[in-house]
Every structure is written in structure tokens, then in C-alpha cells.
């Protein structure tokens, strides 16, 4: 059995042989335990040449390291495992997704994630790796005492807030804040029209 490269994805050795065991240059393919990148799957070429699954494996490895990886809306190269979201525009409050899978063509590039165990692709244009602001989140954080909204709970200390630090009283701080924000919205609205 010839030694396999490492993931070219996630970079991890840790890898499985999956498939057929008994007929090696047919349905075989290894998989990353880590990151579960996987395949392409051992065939016959049409000259009639087995490929084990080990080779496949070594050569998409060699390929995947000269190809540019995918980028997300804001120029991110996106690699499995990373957590992203969808751009606002695709969705409101948008839920965390782990990206358990990428297909590059030519000119074209897929990118399967997974949101609590259901798997979906996007194009990479339609996914960010921070969470995007919303007007849903925009009204929960409304909601909030100045405190909670700053990420302090309903702590005695003032020591390390940010609306400390801007000399404004938390609750004026907040108001300026979320105005800022709701009007960077509108901002990515108009832009999208």
C-alpha cells in the first residue's frame, strides 16, 4: 500500500481506506477522520490502468495544493472545518454552519456545510466568516440592559466595557450603537438594490 499524503484541506494524517477492500481498484476511497474531506473514488482509467484508491488519494492531494482555495463574500479563502454563515442578503439571523465539504471545477467552486445535521451547498459568494448583522438581531439586542448588551451580564464592574471606555452613559452608549448599526443595514439594503 503506497503512503498517503496528508489531507489537503485540513493538513491531518489522520485518515481511513473506506469502500471495497476486497477488490482495491474499485469503489475504494480513503477518507480524513478529521475534517471527513473524502475521495475521489478509486476507477479504472479508460486505458484500462487500476488506481488504487491510495493513488487517487496522492494525486488530488498534489493537486489541491497548487489550486486557490474558494473565497467567502469578504475575500476569505474558506477551508473545511471553518464555521460560517450565509451574507444577509441570502438570510435574516442566519445560523452558524460548519463546512464539512468543497468542490472546485473549472470556474465553478460548491461548498457543502452542515447546520445541525443537515447538509447544504452554497456557492462561496453566499457565505462570510463572521456573523453578519441583522434587524432581527438588531431587535433582540434592543431588548437588553446596557450591561448585557455590552457583554457584561449584571456585573457590579464597569472595569473593561466598552461604553466605559467611550465616557457616555451605557445606556446613551448603547443607543448610539445600535443607530450606527441599523444604519449600516439600510447602508447593505441599498447597496443590494
Not at 496522492?58 to 474558506?78: S, Y
Not at 452613559?169 to 448603547?174: V, Y
Request: charged fraction near 25%; hydrophobic fraction near 30%; proline fraction near 6%.
Amino acid at each position: 500500500m503506497e503512503e498517503l499524503k496528508p489531507c489537503p484541506f485540513c493538513g491531518s494524517t489522520e485518515l481511513k481506506r473506506r469502500g471495497n477492500s476486497d477488490i482495491e481498484y474499485m469503489n475504494g476511497y480513503i477518507e480524513c477522520i478529521k475534517c471527513h474531506a473524502y475521495g475521489p473514488s478509486a476507477n479504472s482509467s479508460a486505458l484500462g490502468t487500476a488506481k488504487t484508491s491510495e493513488e487517487v488519494w496522492n494525486a488530488r492531494a498534489e493537486q489541491v495544493d497548487a489550486m486557490p482555495l474558494p473565497l467567502d463574500a469578504d475575500g476569505v479563502p474558506i477551508r473545511i472545518g471553518d464555521e460560517v454563515y450565509l451574507v444577509p442578503s441570502y438570510a435574516d439571523n442566519p445560523p452558524k454552519r460548519r463546512v464539512v465539504g468543497i468542490t472546485i471545477k473549472q470556474n465553478y467552486a460548491a461548498i457543502m456545510t452542515d447546520c445541525d445535521g443537515a447538509r447544504q451547498g452554497f456557492e462561496p459568494h453566499q457565505l462570510m466568516h463572521k456573523n453578519p448583522d441583522s434587524w432581527v438581531k438588531l431587535e433582540d439586542d434592543i431588548e437588553k440592559s446596557s450591561c448585557d448588551y455590552f457583554g457584561k451580564g449584571e456585573s457590579d464592574s464597569c472595569t473593561g466595557c466598552r461604553a466605559f471606555e467611550g465616557n457616555l452613559r451605557c445606556t446613551k452608549a448603547q443607543a448610539v450603537d445600535i443607530i450606527a448599526r441599523a444604519k449600516r443595514l439600510v447602508a447593505v439594503e441599498v447597496s443590494n438594490d
